[in-house]
């Protein structure tokens, strides 16, 4: 069973009156069976500061109180549907095909914003706006309590080369003209975001580091949660665009610093 609630787009439960002179962010909240952190975000994301924002949520059919949640924030929701998919990356498939905004960024259920006016620091040095915008991420706990940043930090100056040591931006801490963004390629059931932030990449110099903390996401996710596989998708893509040999000899400076973190920090 399919059902689908479309209405006209609103920026945080207003009529569609855009600021003509900021870009639109849709934001993509994907979720399933997770109603404590899907209202999180989307409370997260209705307090943000700036005024251009559509958020869309795709949920996959869940069968406990997702949907109560939905339909009590349906006036500060663009778009939503839920449906039966196939996974992660089907869900934000969905998504993108649903996005009209500038930019799109995916704040999936129980991410969160890291401030209220983080969405209007991003934009604050327009109107040369950049094809893509990048940051660093705050790791929580259950309790949202923040454990430190990211293993892997974002480097001063990004490109699709960069990707060759690791995943240096985390997939909530980057934001994409929806123009460069492909949709995602369901060969990898666990890693299809690191190869998509790549081909974003790969089609633009126009990046810019905002030199701030973009996200806030739980510690544990769908990538640790499916470590091995995540891993062997992630060699793959990355021996896709730089070849083999060169990527099975990066992995061995990158082995040794996950675990030199891991037996320092107790996390990866």
């Keep these: 069973m399919k059902t689908i609630i479309k209405g006209g787009f609103r920026n945080n439960g207003s009529d569609p009156v855009w600021e003509s002179k900021l870009p639109v962010v849709s934001i993509i909240t994907v979720v399933y069976n997770d109603a404590k952190g899907l209202k999180r975000t989307l409370q997260n994301i209705q307090a943000q500061s700036y005024p251009n924002i559509e ?25 939503w549907q839920t449906e039966q ?24 259920a129980g991410d969160l914003i890291h401030k209220v006016d983080t969405t209007e620091q991003i934009f604050s040095d327009g109107p040369n706006y950049a094809d893509i915008y990048y940051g660093d991420t705050m790791v929580v706990n259950e309790l949202y309590e ?38 995602y390629n369901l060969q990898y059931a666990h890693s299809a975001d690191f190869d998509w932030v790549i081909s974003a ?14 996200a806030s996401f739980l510690d544990g996710g769908h990538s640790k949660q499916n470590i091995s596989p995540s ?3 992630r060699f793959h893509s990355m021996s896709s665009h730089y070849g083999f040999f060169p990527t099975l000899i990066r992995h061995i400076p990158i082995a040794f610093r996950f675990f030199r973190f891991y037996s320092k920090e107790g996390r990866f």
């Excluded at 949640?69 to 778009?79: E, L, S, T």
């Excluded at 001063?156 to 003209?177: D, E, P, T, Y």
């Excluded at 990449?201 to 973009?214: A, E, F, Q, V, W």
């Design 146 to 183: 923040q454990i430190g940043l990211r293993r892997l930090r974002p480097p001063v100056q990004l490109n699709w080369k960069s990707f060759r040591r690791g995943m240096l931006v985390c997939h909530q801490a980057i934001l994409v003209k929806r123009e460069l963004a492909d949709t």
């Design 85 to 108: 998919d196939k996974g992660l990356y089907d869900a934000m498939n969905k998504g993108l095909k649903a996005a009209s905004g500038d930019y799109v960024w995916f704040m999936n």
């Design 201 to 214: 990449l790969k089609k633009t110099d126009k990046i810019r580091n905002t030199g701030i903390i973009l």
């Design 231 to 233: 891993l062997k998708e």
């Design 55 to 79: 958020h869309i949520v795709i949920d996959g059919a869940s069968t406990d109180e997702t949907l109560e949640v939905i339909r009590n924030a349906d006036d500060k929701i663009a778009y």
